[in-house]
């Protein structure tokens, strides 16, 4: 069955009226179709994107009567769509411009000129409309990182935003049944000779402190945050979850008859069950949450969760499809700092300015929202100056530090007595009773989700001499290359150096989706078949990429060079997480018995050199960039203070995950959310 025929029957069973009534809160009240009228509005805080951070700090704000809150977003309201509502429609909208601002990156040199898609949501509610769901939490450790990056300032450890991650949710745990039954716990592989890791370290942590000697970072301090373990409890409830927050976080009560026999084969293996990943200890394979209301069995995203409950608010405006084109500033600094005063905006080809008496808050996201600070003079002077932007603040961190979850996709077929996503396209049938289940019930296959996340560290799958081998050159290469680092590189490498013998912090995702899905070279499937696809995604990349303007012309989308594999630390670890996925978990009973053949890359695939080959070709994003606007001391290279100012800027915060001074072992949508949380807090206390 084709897709089109599926959708077809889909919507000929979900009808008009089951959208309807699942989301009949869901109206355009708050949202402003003349941009003459929002302009002419006064607003207190203009928020530049309504995606998943921006409508949260601005549903917040508009809690203040007495504040006015304007939304500028270049994409459109879609209530009732299923491409976004559909939990099983994740990824649908994809590649469709009416949804997504089809980013993609410069040609990549370590992949033979491949151009990775970043897919980036233009819809009301941003990616949180258009993402796979996943709504995990990092590492404690992770954000002790953060923390003590910004010197402990800002309150951004775990203990600090925890609050932010449970506030912004309603949680409902897994049904009984659903918990993994019969997966048995196993004791982590110990790793017990962290101290040669440390030993072979010492030469960059020398050089680091020598760097990093005129700032007011310690070496020790970093080592000190980089060692901090997780706190545990023995379910997965509360005090970790949320239960009366916007967005609903839930499980899946559908399972394909791969999920269990995988959660065996990893146990069998060493990777625990781990029952509690919300905890601060995301180590070992879980039951993920997903951002799905069960009841209404429908995505729950910004847009219904932070928008729609207040739109009726007469000092809530949103104004869609419009892009923001600069920000202008008073003529005179105020203390030495830019004020600004407005944003400049287009719609229909037709300019408009939008004015903020208080603040403007950038939530454009991580392509969005340098490309925007740039076009308004903040940035680099060598980047902008030639482009015809004169510089109104030197910040040379702006659209540095670009940082991502990069991602090798393995497929297999899987034998045809087994059920998987693959059965809605192969049986019409089957199909069509789905769609009516899901019409009636809210619930069954078209309500599932990815579900089965596994995150581990290195000593998990790698051996101690190979772990060494991997230190000593990533180490070599860092001392090296130290004196061409920027301040804050040199800090993470520190932390992530550390990480690595740290087996709280987890360095791989293995994710199990239990159908098929384009790979490397198999972009369609074949009639018929099943599959399983098992995919390999760093979690903490030593390589660093840019986002900068080309033009000064804000309709020019600028120039995405995530660097993938530029390290040969990322290069290795994916390398060794590709050949443990093929020789290792797929040939480990029960779940070989379910598996059919080697399908991409094919079976004759067997050296380092095969592996590697394929690896520049499948290699993707899993659609987790973060940090160009990174929060960290100015005199490392951040962006923005730890109470998200702007440097050099009375007026000017960032809100969403750009801000992200290191990446996380984690989905992003969930830490966005509290980031946009604890900046309204931030605001809230500042006016």
């Not at 990824?91 to 040609?107: E, I, Q, R």
């Not at 990549?108 to 769901?133: C, D, M, W, Y």
């Not at 729609?308 to 104004?319: G, H, Y």
Request: with cysteine.
């Amino acid at each position: 069955m084709t897709v089109l025929s599926f959708r077809s029957v889909l919507w000929s069973c979900l009808g008009v009226s089951f959208l309807e009534l699942a989301h009949a809160h869901l109206e355009a009240r708050g949202i402003v179709t003349s941009p003459e009228t929002f302009a002419a509005t006064s607003f207190d805080f203009v928020v530049v994107g309504g995606g998943t951070a921006g409508l949260t700090v601005a549903a917040r704000l508009a809690e203040e009567g007495d504040w006015t809150i304007g939304v500028i977003e270049a994409g459109q309201y879609r209530p009732n769509d299923a491409l976004i509502d559909v939990p099983k429609n994740f990824g649908a909208a994809v590649g469709n411009a009416d949804y997504d601002w089809l980013y993609a990156t410069v040609p990549q040199t370590n992949l033979n000129g491949k151009v990775v898609r970043h897919p980036r949501g233009k819809v009301l509610g941003g990616s949180s409309a258009i993402n796979f769901e996943m709504f995990n939490r990092p590492a404690q450790g992770e954000l002790s990182g953060w923390s003590a990056l910004n010197l402990g300032l800002g309150s951004w450890s775990w203990s600090s935003l925890l609050p932010y991650y449970k506030k912004s949710e309603t949680y409902k745990p897994p049904r009984p049944e659903d918990v993994f039954p019969l997966a048995s716990t196993t004791r982590r592989r110990a790793f017990h000779r962290r101290q040669n890791i440390t030993d072979v370290a010492d030469a960059l942590y020398t050089a680091a402190e020598s760097a990093l000697g005129s700032t007011a970072l310690s070496v020790n301090d970093l080592l000190a945050a980089a060692d901090d373990g997780s706190d545990t409890a023995s379910k997965r409830d509360d005090p970790y979850h949320g239960f009366s927050g916007p967005v609903h976080a839930s499980h899946n009560e559908w399972y394909s008859d791969l999920a269990h026999p995988y959660i065996l084969s990893m146990n069998s293996l060493g990777v625990a069950t781990n029952f509690n990943p919300d905890s601060g200890d995301n180590i070992g394979i879980y039951n993920c949450p997903a951002s799905v209301d069960r009841e209404a069995g429908v995505r729950s995203y910004a847009a219904p969760a932070y928008y729609a409950p207040n739109a009726a608010k007469t000092n809530f405006l949103v104004l869609t499809g419009a892009q923001a084109t600069k920000i202008n500033w008073k003529s005179d600094d105020v203390d030495g700092l830019a004020v600004a005063e407005s944003v400049s905006f287009v719609v229909s080809g037709v300019s408009y300015t939008a004015q903020a008496s208080k603040e403007v808050i950038l939530s454009g996201g991580v392509f969005n929202t340098p490309q925007l600070l740039e076009l308004s003079g903040v940035g680099n002077p060598s980047i902008i100056n030639p482009l015809g932007v004169d510089t109104k603040i030197d910040l040379p961190g702006v659209g540095e530090n670009l940082q991502d979850h990069a991602m090798i996709p393995l497929s297999f077929t899987i034998k045809s007595d087994y059920l998987t996503w693959d059965e809605l396209r192969n049986n019409a049938t089957f199909a069509a009773q789905a769609a009516a289940q899901y019409a009636a019930t809210k619930n069954g296959i078209l309500a599932s989700n990815i579900g089965v996340l596994s995150f581990f560290p290195l000593q998990s799958f790698l051996s101690t001499s190979k772990i060494l081998s991997i230190v000593t050159t990533l180490v070599s290469d860092l001392v090296s290359s130290i004196s061409s680092m920027s301040l804050l590189q040199i800090a993470q490498s520190v932390l992530q150096l550390a990480w690595l013998s740290n087996q709280s912090i987890p360095q791989v995702e293995v994710v199990m989706i239990p159908g098929f899905n384009p790979t490397g070279t198999v972009t369609a499937p074949s009639a018929g078949t099943n599959y399983m696809i098992l995919s390999a995604a760093l979690q903490h990349p030593f390589s660093r990429g840019t986002v900068h303007i080309t033009s000064n012309d804000a309709s020019v989308k600028p120039a995405i060079d995530p660097k993938y594999l530029s390290n040969a630390f990322d290069k290795t670890v994916l390398l060794e997480a590709v050949k443990y996925i093929r020789n290792t978990l797929a040939t480990s009973a029960p779940i070989s018995n379910f598996i059919d053949t080697f399908n991409d890359p094919p079976a004759s695939s067997t050296t380092d050199a095969d592996y590697e080959s394929y690896m520049k070709v499948a290699l993707e994003s899993l659609k987790h960039p973060v940090g160009t606007a990174a929060l960290a001391p100015q005199e490392l290279g951040g962006v923005v203070s730890p109470q998200l100012l702007v440097y050099g800027s009375k007026n000017v915060r960032v809100v969403d995950a750009s801000v992200f001074p290191m990446h996380l072992s984690a989905h992003a949508q969930s830490t966005t959310y509290a980031i946009g949380e604890k900046a309204a807090d931030i605001i809230k206390s500042l006016w």
